[in-house]
Every structure is written in C-alpha cells, then in structure tokens.
C-alpha cells in the first residue's frame, strides 16, 4: 500500500480541520482460519454522505480463490452495485444519487477459499488515481485511509517432542510423541535410518499426537518427522523439524567369551517397582552387581558378596527409582581377574 496519500490527507486534515471533511477509514481483517472455506469483511467508519464507492483488493491467487461476497450494507441496496474478481483482484464499485451513511460499521463481507495451507496478505490497491476512491454527490473524492489485512493459517507445523533430539539408548520399540496442531486431528509420520529419509516409511493417518513403533534395530539412529493433515482435504502442514535418536545397545554389551555370568535374564523390563534379575555361575566368584543411570553414577548397590556356583535370582527394588533408562553392571572378580557384564533396565511408573 502507498502511504503517501493517506498521510498527506492527514497532514492536510490537520491543517485544514474545517475545510477538509472527516477521514474515511477502510480496513480489511486480520483472519486467522483453517484452510478452506472463510470471509473477511470490509469495515469503514466515518462514511457519510458518500455518492460512489469505488474499491480495488489484491489477494495472491496461487493461495486464494475469490467466492463470493454477502451482508452488503442496506445503505447501498438503493444504488447500483457491482463486483468481480479479475485476475488478483476484487473490484467493487457502487454508485447513487441517493448519498448513503454508515458511519460505523460493515460495508460488506468477501468469501475466500485456500488453493493451499499458506498465509496471505490482503491488500488495497490504493497507490494510483482512482483505484480506491470514495466520493460525494459534487464527485469531490473525500480524504480515506486504507488497512490492509491478512489471513494466517491455523494449520500448523507440529512440532516433536519426545524421544528428544539426539537422543540415545532409545528402547527398540520407542513410542514418538509431537505437539497437536489446530484444525488436524490426523498426522502423518515418517522415519528412516538415514538422513536424507530417502528409503523412509510414511505412517499415514495416526490420529492423536503420538504413534508406537517397534522392532527397531537396536545401536541404531533413526531420524523422524511429522505433519499434520487434515481429513478428506489436500491441506497438509509443513514438515516438522527433522529429529533424531539413537536405540540402545545390546543387553550385553561386553563379550561373553569365557564370563562365568551365563542364562542371564531380566523380568520384567520395562519394569515399576521390582524386577528380578536372574543368571547362573559356573564358578565362585566375588560379585559387585551395581545399579547405575547411563553416565554410570551408582545408584544401588544391588548384591557385594561371594556367590557361589549355580543358579542366583536377586530382586532389585525400584520403588524409589524415577522413570528412565538405567544401567544394570555386574562386576565378576575371579582369579585376579574382572568381568563386566552390562545390561539396560527401562523404568517405567
């Protein structure tokens, strides 16, 4: 919009304030929607004695299809009305021998609908003679400022949340989680162990903002995205912002070559308030078996003692221990010589 003209009208209308007439105001809303169908109104004050009106809007035709327009202000039903959409542009015009007053008010309401989920301006083209002009039975144009408007889409980008970026020792079978987006109770979900997503697998129509998957590769990152849809439409949102997590490793993550800690199992895991880790022993042995969180601080000293050949089942209490990702380290001392075995404890509440 030029506003040279409106700002000289009033820079004039401060200095003449008894020769110039009071200023028109138009303006446009600022629409915020869901893509699809909307309206935004034509809004004026100080509209007195006016003869013709004659309006030029821009709007951006690869985003936006014109419609329809309704609620024409009865002051202008007496005249002669007309409207069209031409190229970019809605051209208004109405005219009467019979001056209408509004004053304050709605002077009529435009109907759009979205091509795409975009934003827009909508924008007077009042920066040439006679394209947004309003004007008295003596055809004197009268002193008007002209508001843009807008239309912002509520379709928005979702956004991840849980696993965190670049996070690890991810279970094989993470549950993803995102924040919800207006006007799309559908998501779209896609993930791939590579980067570019070129191999990626599309997980159409999960609704709610969160999906379970599973039987990932373990000691793997995995990159993922997400967006939203909504239904029986071609309106998407953009992609959300591309992250990443890396699943844990193997339960045993140093070799089991020669390590007297054997048939070892650990159950329930995911696991509340107890679980039961369960191995056998070929031989005595002194065994530190420690409870750690995944810098490997010690939590718990679970068992420190000699345990002696044969079957062992030591209950482990978690009641006090938050949810998290942990580390179970039995360290096996025999003949001068420790053994780690190292296995992943989920916690769950």
């Not at 020769?19 to 929607?33: E, K």
């Not at 849980?162 to 279970?171: E, G, K, L, Q």
């Not at 439409?233 to 993550?253: D, E, G």
């Amino acid at each position: 919009m030029n506003i040279l003209k409106p700002l000289l009208l009033l820079f004039l209308a401060s200095l003449f304030p008894f020769t110039i007439s009071a200023q028109i105001i138009a303006s446009l809303d600022q629409v915020s929607t869901c893509p699809g169908p909307f309206h935004t109104n034509i809004s004026v004050e100080q509209f007195s004695g006016i003869a013709s009106v004659s309006l030029k809007l821009n709007y951006d035709t690869n985003v936006l299809v014109f419609d329809s327009s309704s609620n024409l202000h009865p002051s202008l039903t007496s005249g002669v009305f007309l409207i069209n959409a031409v190229n970019s542009q809605v051209i208004l015009s109405w005219f009467s021998l019979q001056p209408a007053t509004i004053g304050t008010g709605t002077l009529i309401t435009l109907h759009f609908k979205h091509r795409i989920n975009e934003n827009s301006l909508l924008t007077w083209q009042d920066d040439s003679l006679g394209n947004c002009v309003f004007t008295d039975l003596n055809g004197l144009e009268l002193p008007a400022v002209f508001l843009d408007g807008s239309v912002s889409t509520k379709l928005l980008q979702p956004q991840p949340l849980d696993p965190p970026d670049f996070a690890v020792n991810i279970s094989e079978n993470p549950n993803l989680h995102w924040n919800g987006s207006n006007c799309a109770p559908l998501y779209e979900l896609a993930y791939d162990s590579l980067a570019s997503l070129a191999t990626a697998i599309h997980i159409p129509g999960i609704f709610g903002t969160s999906h379970a998957l599973s039987n990932l590769a373990l000691h793997t990152t995995y990159y993922w995205k997400v967006r939203a849809v909504m239904p029986q439409t071609n309106f998407y949102s953009p992609w959300s912002a591309l992250f990443q997590f890396t699943t844990r490793l193997p339960n045993s993550v140093e070799s089991e070559e020669d390590n007297p800690l054997t048939n070892v199992s650990l159950r329930p895991n995911p696991a509340k308030d107890m679980t039961t880790l369960g191995f056998e022993l070929a031989s005595r042995v002194m065994a530190n078996i420690l409870l750690t969180d995944q810098q490997g601080k010690q939590l718990l000293i679970i068992q420190k003692d000699t345990l002696e050949p044969g079957k062992h089942s030591l209950d482990i209490d978690l009641s006090h221990t938050a949810p998290g990702i942990y580390l179970i380290k039995a360290g096996l001392e025999q003949a001068g010589q420790v053994k780690t075995r190292t296995f992943q404890l989920v916690v769950s509440k």
